[in-house]
């Protein structure tokens, strides 16, 4: 779309010019590769086809979680900047959705780099289990990425712009997406356990698509209202992202 095209650029450049998501390109399909051919071995066949795929699985959530620093800190990165967000003619809800869209392109490029090697190290997967890892990996992404932007709002942190341990989230924020991840996944888990009951694969892949869909959903219904608490933030988040990173 016009009006979100020159947004999407400059939160893509911002994400490819930060080192972290260098260490994440390569540090995750390497544990990927180790998974393959290590983990994936000692999976018994007897065990079923859905049980082999976990690992799959696990890769589309974990994705999710290498990026969480772009998704729960969204604004951290801005410093300065963060206050053109106040005065550039732009919707914030036109704003979040960019943000949101590049943390996602980056968590879909590590899972399909990790699917990739872990395909290449391990063997193909059957197709539902592919279908069933993408559906997981785009069902997630409202859930995590809504509640991510109230996080973004409402607890920032100034973020560096090198690989420093610890220092992109604050503590509270860490918590928050510890618990936002629990909770969707325990969500997107209840299609597992009915596959794994039933021993049908296809069941994980259409459970989870409905899923995806009822977030987004949901998502869509609470941009506005998300753009409005943005909105309300006007001095204390460009307060919060200007100070010191330490």
Not at 41 to 59: H, K, N, Q
Not at 140 to 151: E, I, Q, T, Y
Request: proline fraction near 9%; charge should be positive.
């Amino acid at each position: 779309p016009g009006r979100l095209g020159p947004l999407l650029e400059k939160e893509g450049k911002y994400l490819l010019r930060h080192p972290v998501v260098g260490v994440l390109v390569l540090v995750v399909p390497a544990f990927a590769v180790l998974v393959a051919w290590k983990v994936l071995p000692r999976i018994p066949p007897e065990a079923g086809e859905v049980v082999a795929a976990l690992p799959l699985f696990a890769f589309a959530a974990y994705a999710h979680l290498a990026t969480q620093p772009f998704w729960l800190n969204a604004f951290g990165w801005e410093r300065g900047g963060a206050r053109l967000w106040y005065l550039a003619p732009v919707a914030l809800a036109d704003v979040l959705v960019a943000k949101n869209a590049a943390a996602y392109a980056l968590s879909l490029a590590l899972f399909a780099a990790s699917a990739g090697v872990g395909v290449a190290v391990g063997g193909a997967p059957p197709a539902w289990a592919l279908v069933g890892a993408l559906a997981l990996h785009a069902g997630l992404a409202p859930f995590l990425l809504g509640l991510g932007n109230v996080v973004s709002i409402l607890n920032p942190r100034a973020a560096p712009h090198t690989v420093q341990r610890g220092g992109h989230l604050s503590p509270l924020s860490a918590f928050a997406g510890m618990g936002i991840l629990a909770g969707a996944s325990t969500l997107f888990a209840l299609p597992a356990l009915l596959a794994v009951r039933l021993d049908e694969g296809w069941a994980l892949p259409a459970g989870w698509v409905a899923l995806g869909l009822a977030g987004l959903a949901l998502y869509r219904a609470l941009l506005p209202r998300t753009a409005r608490l943005l909105a309300s933030r006007r001095a204390p988040l460009p307060a919060s992202v200007c100070g010191d990173d330490s």
